[in-house]
């Protein structure tokens, strides 16, 4: 069946540092949505992105859907230890919705 | 601002009794999500409820399942003959209706941790 990738699963940076996550599907999606899970916590959305090639921004955070709809990147420009959380992306094709493994973010100060 | 509430923040069952989990969704949304997330794993999808019928189910919703809006605010989960295995945070979600064909944000709940004795 169909599933959403995403990598890595693991990511430690040093504030200041960069941080980008990926997902990959196998299918064409409609539409992509983002997530963040602070520790403890319950995803919040982030951003949605539905055209191809789209790239929104916000702050210091870049999303980018792929030309054939099949892949997302989260990009943090210069990571903050308020960055800290699970990044997770959700893929929706029909009514159908898939979740990648998320990727987990920790900031050294 | 409006939020989506969850009841009971821990909830603790032995194996095999029925657990309800509630869900008040945020007022005006018309989908609603259940999801689960077994202890640092991802979260996954269980259901998604609209016009007081299931719009779409994963292969983990089967027949220990079910969901319920027995009323206009609430939207339960009912998990039969509890497993070890069901010990995990179940969030509820709620969104907007479509639009042009495409979801929107969900808002999720704080979450419920069930855990099976």
């Known amino acids: 069946g169909q599933q959403v990738m995403q990598i890595p699963q693991y990511q430690h940076v040093q504030e200041g540092e960069d941080f980008t996550t990926y997902c990959n599907s196998s299918t064409t999606l409609s539409n992509i949505q983002w997530y963040k899970q602070r520790p403890g916590g319950h995803p919040v959305f982030l951003i949605q992105l539905v055209k191809s090639g789209e790239v929104k921004k916000q702050k210091r955070l870049t999303f980018q859907f792929g030309e054939a709809k099949k892949n997302s990147s989260l990009h943090i420009t210069a990571t903050q230890t308020t960055d800290v959380g699970t990044y997770f992306c959700?893929?929706?094709?029909?009514?159908?919705?898939?979740f990648g493994s998320g990727t987990k973010l920790n900031v050294k100060p | 601002e409006p939020e989506v509430t969850q009841t009971p923040s821990h909830q603790v069952t032995q194996m095999g009794q029925e657990v309800i989990l509630r869900c008040v969704p945020i007022?005006?949304?018309?989908?609603f999500y259940w999801y689960r997330q077994i202890l640092g794993q991802k979260v996954e999808f269980l259901v998604s409820f609209y016009n007081n019928e299931i719009s779409e189910k994963s292969e983990i919703f089967d027949d220990q399942f079910s969901v319920e809006r027995p009323d206009g605010s609430n939207f339960t989960l009912k998990i039969r003959s509890t497993k070890l295995e069901d010990s995990a945070m179940y969030f509820c979600a709620s969104s907007e209706a479509l639009q042009a064909g495409v979801y929107n944000e969900q808002f999720f709940g704080p979450g419920t941790r069930l855990t099976v004795l």
């Open positions: 007022s005006n949304h018309l989908y």
């Open positions: 959700a893929g929706f094709n029909f009514n159908k919705f898939y």
